[in-house]
T-cell receptor
């Protein structure tokens, strides 16, 4: 079955610790995205990548880092510099389209990060 | 700047129709989307509409677009308890000149009473 997997489902972080959230897709999609969701708010874009070995900052990239070494994988590291990391993190992927074309994003099940 | 607004909560009785509303700001948006999020899960694409359309129907779902007022709505006919979820509208806009970006609303929690 094709899809997007995220692991773990729940993740606990201690103060000052870096943690890495996994996102894998087998849809052969070019583009991948990381969003953060806080209660009562919409999704905010952290980072996105249109192609392997390239990624761009989104609206709230501070305190986060990513890599895109493989087309299938786009891990997100929440660093100790992120002062308020407790949130629900969603990964998405899409076939990259030029500006103005329809580009449907498909989402993984999410990882809930909690700070101890 | 870009902004997408939705009411936070809607309660309906099972069997009634639900109408979830959304307003957006980017008049150049080419596609607008509706996503559904069940508790503790990711977002599931429900439907989308191209900006040159006024209406799109897909089984129990009807999307209406008023481009002049920048207003989008999602009507769910014969609402069932399984429709209880958070519904997000999203508009596409330009990002970095070449990339489509989705701007999401805050989401509307739909509660269906049996």
């Amino acid at each position: 079955d094709g899809g997007i997997t995220q692991s773990p489902k729940y993740l606990f972080r201690k103060e000052g610790q870096n943690v890495t959230l996994s996102c894998e897709q087998n849809l052969n999609h070019d583009a991948m995205y990381w969003y953060r969701q806080d209660p009562g708010q919409g999704l905010r874009l952290i980072y996105y990548s249109q192609i392997v070995n390239d990624f761009q900052k989104g609206d709230i990239a501070e305190g986060y880092s990513v890599s895109r070494e493989k087309k299938e994988s786009f891990p997100l590291t929440v660093t100790s510099a992120q002062k308020n990391p407790t949130a629900f993190y969603l990964c998405a992927s899409s076939i990259w389209r030029a500006r103005g074309r329809r580009e449907t994003q498909y989402f993984g099940p999410g990882t809930r990060l909690l700070v101890l | 700047g870009e902004d997408v607004e939705q009411s936070l909560f809607l309660s309906v009785r099972e069997g009634d129709s639900s109408v979830i509303n959304c307003t957006y700001t980017d008049s150049s948006s080419t596609y607008l989307y509706w996503y559904k999020q069940e508790p503790g899960a990711g977002l599931q694409l429900l439907t989308y509409i191209f900006s040159n359309m006024d209406m799109k129907q897909d089984q129990r779902l009807t999307v209406l677009l008023n481009k002049k007022d920048k207003h989008l709505s999602l009507r769910i006919a014969d609402t069932q308890t399984g429709d209880s979820a958070i519904y997000f509208c999203a508009e596409t806009t330009n990002y970095g000149g070449a990339t489509n970006k989705l701007i999401f609303g805050t989401g509307t929690l739909l509660a269906v009473q049996p």
